[in-house]
């Protein structure tokens, strides 16, 4: 039996890999990924590599272990990904896997915003499955704001419409550390957890602590949803990409990712990374 992380040369996954080699021996760990020499690092560090590609279901035989506890990342393709996942969950149950945690959305089926039409379906497919699962239903990463911080910074603006709405993030390694959590620990099976920071924040605090952090004017420009669609296409995002950004600001608006559960906290035994921290750690890597 391992504990066998999906999608690991990604963001989350190399986390989640981070987390697991603090307290499990790397014989225990296997990562599936699809380009090996991308993972070679994780390689290095003794985690075996099993190489598949969840859009190329072929690839998945065999790649899972009867006894394994997976972490079944969800894909990056939106618009692409209940093929992708459905192809993961077939090949876990066939193995016999004694778990498959998986990263859904917040809110899980209640939630109305397009983003997470893809999550739902994959949930329902794995409770269809039967298999023994945990539904990870994440949050918004800090990152998701900090990682894009430049133009923010040469324009002095923060630019949403999503209206005075709170999100409650968390750093992608408090997502990491709950999913290594639920993959090592027991008595997960069968929960989904609504995971999410300590604390919301809106686009305007937001804004006040990127100006705290870089000394900068930073203001907040709420703007109509159809203004936003133009400014991200006009900034280069592909019109659909840029829709779906603009509907999660129009959820944000409604308070579907400003709730503060405690889940996440309770998983990894501390608080969640304040938002402080995470923007000036961005602000930083831009000078």
């Known amino acids: 039996m391992s504990i066998v992380v999906t999608g690991a040369t990604g963001q989350l996954g190399r986390l989640v890999i981070d987390q697991l080699l603090a307290t499990t021996p790397a014989a225990g760990i296997a990562a599936v990924v699809r380009n090996k020499e991308k993972a070679a690092g994780i390689a290095a560090r003794g985690v075996e590599l099993r190489i598949a590609d969840y859009g190329r279901p072929e690839t998945l035989d065999g790649v899972f272990r009867a006894g394994d506890r997976v972490l079944l990342i969800s894909g990056s393709e939106v618009g692409s990904r209940v093929g992708q996942h459905a192809a993961v969950i077939d090949a876990a149950k066939a193995a016999g896997v004694a ?99 300590d604390v919301a924040w809106s686009f305007a605090e937001f804004a006040a602590e990127v100006a705290r952090a870089s000394g900068k004017e930073i203001v907040h420009n709420d703007v109509p949803a159809a203004a936003h ?58 000078r």
């Open 99 to 197: 778990q498959l945690a998986y990263t859904g959305i917040l809110g899980g089926p209640d939630a109305d915003f397009l983003l997470a039409d893809e999550h739902k379906v994959t949930e329902q497919l794995i409770l269809d499955s039967g298999l023994p699962y945990t539904f990870l239903r994440n949050g918004w990463y800090t990152e998701n704001h900090t990682a894009n911080l430049a133009p923010v910074l040469a324009h002095g603006a923060v630019v949403a419409n999503a209206g005075d709405g709170g999100i409650a993030s968390a750093a992608r390694a408090d997502y990491a550390a709950a999913a290594a959590a639920v993959l090592t620990g027991e008595g997960h099976l069968g929960k989904a957890y609504e995971l999410s920071g």
């Open 229 to 286: 669609q133009e400014i991200l296409v006009g900034a280069g995002l592909p019109t659909d990409f840029a829709a779906i950004l603009v509907d999660v600001d129009e959820a944000v608006r409604r308070g579907r990712l400003a709730g503060t559960s405690g889940e996440l906290a309770r998983l990894i035994g501390r608080p969640t990374t304040p938002l402080a921290d995470t923007v000036a750690e961005a602000v930083a890597a831009q």
